[in-house]
């Protein structure tokens, strides 16, 4: 299979995307029915091409072609074949190929799924996510084709960075990736809406189950890159606030902020511009961190090989992007107030604070991570940002959120109702604390564990507070809706995150040691005793590997592999020994041997332990899990019900 | 996968020695291959700990170093904290707080012995000076302006909202969801 | 015109990216602005890499600019860059003084023979202890001091003709043009 076949599908694709992009466009201005057709079959088209592309590249590595230069870059002969698929989107080129194609997987799944959508606002919505695929056709072709030839082709390529040879790396960028476009579905139907006019806003319960999916799989991704720095690079934390972490995070924000401003506009109508704006802003922060990764103005472990052209190609594409839609909206936003009014105590204002805090946070992690550039641009010296600067301000932020939290399903449209809170408040509060006092005693009074043990209390209670409300008064079959039972799981999981971020921050015992084969160190409440070290083997690497055993109270509890690789290339990877448990982790990573020579003898150990840090990523896959449950409500599937064939009539007219 | 540096240090199995890397001028895209293996090959040697057991007296003194070295960058792997980065400097730098835990001095006087060698850039809790008071204070600005905004579109909401003429399946037929 | 601010606000972010783009294209942006930059060079006493039995201390220096570079056999770049202070040494203006970093005796000595050696003077500071005090993180960096022992200027990477030409000549000129 030439790689050159790619090249050339992917120049076909570029040409559909066009044709995608602009004529549906014109047609919906026209009023041109056979220019608006042409999105769906364009959009298919298009997929088909970037398809066969990424089945090149993955026929490449699989063949061990090292006359493509991205395959000898990433790969070699001893490279296993699940890590040479990987290895596809293991550096810059292949990973735009994964973007491009994951774009075309939602345009595809967008052309399928909206048959019953009014034409004109389909073929808008389709155009956009084609001028979006064309931005990234045209950068892939230009400026980093991963279809480049390296003649003479070399006998064996070089290898796929080490740390990127694990099974949570090899799932997280394309979970993430499926996160990040997803945020372009609701950015198509905002600009499609802000085209048409539309003073309705109808489109918006189309564009929620999307929404609520996108952000579902970014949290997936955010989670399964956490939880593979924390196996995978040694250091036992699972979160740095590194510039790409935050360009990941910001968008997850802001999209945070998006499903919650959707559920007020489909529902009362209101604040319209505001979820427009969101909407926008959720997929061009999605933009700005690939901006971010690629164009090298950032100090980061994440980022790619910079390239000054790359850097000013892909601000360019962000300029018209963003910079068009904003202008658009300046244009075109609804400028009446529109929908139902509400009062002070009401739904709509703690779902409104909650989303001015979501978009301070993120303006906040903007900031920080911007700042070192600021500080060059105004020559204020070199500044670092870090983890005590977002660390200290994210929490603050976000505690007027836990803290109303609960309220928030209590709370009716448009007008509160005051006992029912004063209920809650009372048996919410003095859960969390009765709780917190207990918990004092276990945590020897460290303040940390004990907040973490009463926000915990505080959200679950309240969650439980309602699911029973429900459970009382409405009749069985309708108690649970989707779009509630989502919610109700994501709060939870926003209890059990917090759980485990403070009581592991604050529980975790850390040291560094010396270990003699047969000696045992006390950490924590184990005991963990070195066996000593052996030479052993894999695919593509040899290994120095201890065994250590852990007891608690003479107990056994885990024998444990901790292992110091050196790859085919000579470069040296530390495997660490996680032994995973529901409350606690112990984790052990091999240092260096006492004597250099002897790795049968004494050697430094890094031993931890960590209770409730697997509770992280539980919560976080429970606010994955409320996402998707929102997203199957069968509410958003569209039914040709009288009043929606009337809306189409409506829009058709209009349009 | 960390940015280029061009610049050497020694490294056990010395991983840099196997690529050869000739010119010291940014990465002009020719280059770039050569650069980006190179990066492949040191990302790797750098992603062993930095593990070195030092003679604490007790364990309270231990978190005390991992919190200060925390905080502070390795001007070398400048992607990773002092107490993670296996570079020789940063094991240098380790061993000399250390020293310097060991003479009694406090968190304050390390940091500022570390700022005079190697400027503000080494603390990842970036300072509070005139430089900083935008990232410091800037948050709150965007709170307080947010905030004012809302509180503005509350009081409007309460006045005038109007109905609007939502075509389609109300929300409002009694239930809250 | 507030609907128009998020437009204005994101063509100020565009604007600081494509000053970012652009500032990296002329700098390293791996290199750390140095705080002792028209400060007194931090005080030290080295025994000399060919005759360990005698020092050299920062006194011993003073009444004299020179060039302090640092150097490693261990760092490939210094082999880049030794060409260049070879050929330069002579016209330099200033006395070139190499300082060796952690590095042992037997190693410099070799990597010196093989490479050539075009330092006026040569110390070595075999843990790094004292370049710490010197704020040095890797090698090559070389320093410029003048005669009253102050650093005017620091380079951090090799010294390529193009800086020699744009930045070092130019620093050196200047110093040397003030009154003593």
């Known amino acids: 299979m030439t790689p050159e076949l790619g090249q050339l599908a992917l120049i076909l694709a570029l040409l559909l995307a066009l044709a995608q992009g602009i004529l549906p466009l014109i047609g919906a201005w026209r009023g041109n029915r056979a220019l608006m057709a042409v999105a769906r079959p364009a959009a298919a088209g298009q997929a088909v091409f970037v398809t066969f592309a990424f089945g090149i590249l993955v026929w490449a590595f699989l063949h061990f072609d090292f006359s493509v230069q991205y395959v000898a870059d990433n790969s070699n002969l001893e490279l296993p074949w699940y890590y040479r698929i990987a290895a596809v989107w293991g550096a810059h080129e292949g990973s735009l190929l994964l973007w491009i194609l994951i774009l075309n997987v939602w345009t595809v799944a967008l052309a399928a799924f909206s048959q019953k959508l009014p034409e004109v606002f389909a073929s808008r919505v389709l155009a956009v996510m084609g001028l979006i695929a064309v931005g990234f056709l045209a950068f892939i072709i230009f400026t980093s084709n991963p279809f480049g030839r390296l003649l003479p082709m070399p006998g064996d390529g070089a290898d796929l960075n080490p740390v990127l040879q694990d099974p949570g790396m090899t799932f997280h960028p394309p979970v993430l990736y499926t996160g990040y476009v997803g945020f372009s579905v609701a950015f198509a139907f905002a600009i499609a809406g802000l085209l048409g006019g539309e003073l309705e806003q109808a489109w918006v319960r189309w564009a929620r189950p999307w929404t609520n999916v996108a952000w579902a799989f970014l949290t997936l991704g955010i989670v399964a890159g956490s939880w593979w720095a924390y196996a995978e690079l040694g250091w036992g934390g699972w979160w740095f606030w590194d510039p790409v972490e935050n360009a990941s995070f910001m968008p997850w924000l802001v999209g945070l902020g998006l499903i919650h401003a959707q559920a007020i506009t489909e529902k009362r109508g209101s604040l319209r511009a505001w979820t427009i704006l969101l909407s926008i802003f959720a997929f061009s922060l999605s933009l700005l961190g690939t901006f971010l990764v690629r164009s090298g103005v950032l100090t980061s472990v994440h980022a790619f090989a910079s390239d000054p052209r790359r850097g000013v190609f892909i601000l360019a594409f962000l300029t018209i992007v963003v910079g068009g839609s904003l202008l658009l909206y300046a244009l075109r936003a609804p400028r009446v107030a529109g929908g139902k009014a509400f009062q002070l105590l009401s739904r709509e204002t703690v779902l409104l604070i909650g989303n001015l805090m979501f978009a301070v946070a993120a303006a906040m992690v903007l900031l920080g991570t911007l700042f070192p550039l600021v500080g060059d641009a105004l020559n204020l010296g070199r500044i670092s940002v870090g983890p005590p600067y977002f660390g200290f301000l994210f929490p603050l932020l976000m505690l007027p959120v836990v803290l109303l939290l609960p309220f928030g399903p209590f709370l009716r449209w448009g007008k509160g109702e005051s006992p029912m809170l004063r209920q809650v408040l009372l048996r919410a509060g003095i859960a969390a604390v009765a709780c917190a006092i207990v918990a004092a005693f276990f945590v020897d009074g460290k303040l940390k564990a004990i907040a973490g043990v009463a926000a915990l209390v505080w959200l679950a209670v309240g969650v439980l507070l309602y699911a029973i409300k429900r459970w009382r008064e409405v009749p069985r079959g309708r108690r649970y809706p989707a779009e509630m039972a989502g919610m109700l799981l994501a709060h939870l999981g926003v209890g059990v995150f917090i759980a485990g971020v403070l009581l592991s921050e604050s529980l975790s015992v850390t040291s560094d040691v010396r270990m003699a084969p047969g000696q045992t160190q006390h950490i924590g409440s184990y005991d963990f005793r070195f066996d000593g070290a052996h030479r052993t083997t894999g695919p593509n690497w040899k290994a120095d590997q201890g065994v250590v055993t852990v007891t608690r109270d003479g107990k056994p509890v885990a024998v444990m592999h901790p292992q110091k690789r050196t790859y085919l290339r000579g470069q040296v990877q530390t495997e660490s020994a996680v032994d995973a448990g529901i409350f606690r982790d112990l984790y052990v990573a091999l240092g260096e041997p006492m004597d250099a020579g002897n790795i049968e003898g004494a050697w430094s150990l890094r031993l931890y332990t960590k209770p409730f840090v697997r509770w992280i990523w539980g919560g976080g896959l429970l606010m994955m899990l409320g996402g998707f449950t929102c997203a199957a409500d069968k509410r958003f599937r569209l039914k040709r019900t009288a009043a929606v064939r009337e809306d189409l009539v409506l829009q058709e007219t209009r349009a | 996968m960390i940015r280029f540096n061009h610049r050497g240090s020694p490294l056990a199995g010395d991983a840099l020695a196997m690529k050869n890397i000739t010119t010291g001028a940014s990465p002009a895209s020719g280059l770039l291959r050569v650069i980006f293996m190179a990066m492949l090959v040191f990302a790797g040697a750098v992603h062993a700990q930095a593990i070195e057991p030092m003679p604490f007296a007790n364990h309270a003194q231990e978190l005390r170093f991992q919190h200060l070295t925390q905080q502070l960058r390795c001007p070398m792997c400048q992607n990773e904290t002092l107490a993670d980065s296996n570079a020789p400097i940063a094991r240098d730098l380790r061993n000399q707080i250390f020293k310097l835990m060991q003479q009694g001095r406090s968190d304050d006087e390390i940091r500022q012995y570390l700022v005079a060698r190697y400027s503000d850039y080494i603390l990842y809790n970036p300072p509070l000076k005139a430089g900083t008071v935008l990232l410091w204070f800037g948050p709150l600005l965007i709170l307080l302006g947010g905030g004012g905004v809302v509180l503005v579109a509350l009081r409007k909401r309460r006045r005038d909202g109007v109905e609007a003429t939502t075509v389609g399946e109300s929300a409002d037929n009694g239930e809250d969801w | ?180």
């Open chain 3, 1 to 180: 015109m507030n609907r128009l601010l998020p437009f204005i606000g994101f063509m100020l972010l565009v604007a600081l990216f494509g000053f970012g783009i652009w500032w990296n294209t002329r700098h390293d942006p791996n290199a750390i602005p140095t705080p002792l930059l028209n400060k007194p060079a931090p005080a030290f006493n080295l025994p000399k890499l060919y005759e360990p039995a005698q020092t050299v201390s920062k006194a011993d220096l003073l009444g004299q600019p020179y060039l302090l570079n640092v150097f490693a056999s261990w760092c490939i770049e210094c082999g880049v860059e030794h060409p260049v202070l070879e050929a330069a040494a002579p016209t330099l203006g200033v006395k070139l003084v190499g300082y060796n970093y952690k590095d042992a005796p037997a190693d410099a000595k070799g990597w010196l023979a093989a490479h050539g050696n075009p330092y006026a003077l040569l110390i070595a500071d075999e843990s790094g202890q004292t370049a710490l005090d010197f704020g040095v993180y890797g090698a090559p960096e070389s320093f410029l001091i003048d005669a009253k022992g102050v650093i005017r200027y620091k380079h951090i990477g090799p010294i390529t003709p193009d800086v020699l030409a744009t930045k070092l000549k130019p620093a050196i000129a200047a110093m040397l043009k003030e009154a003593p």
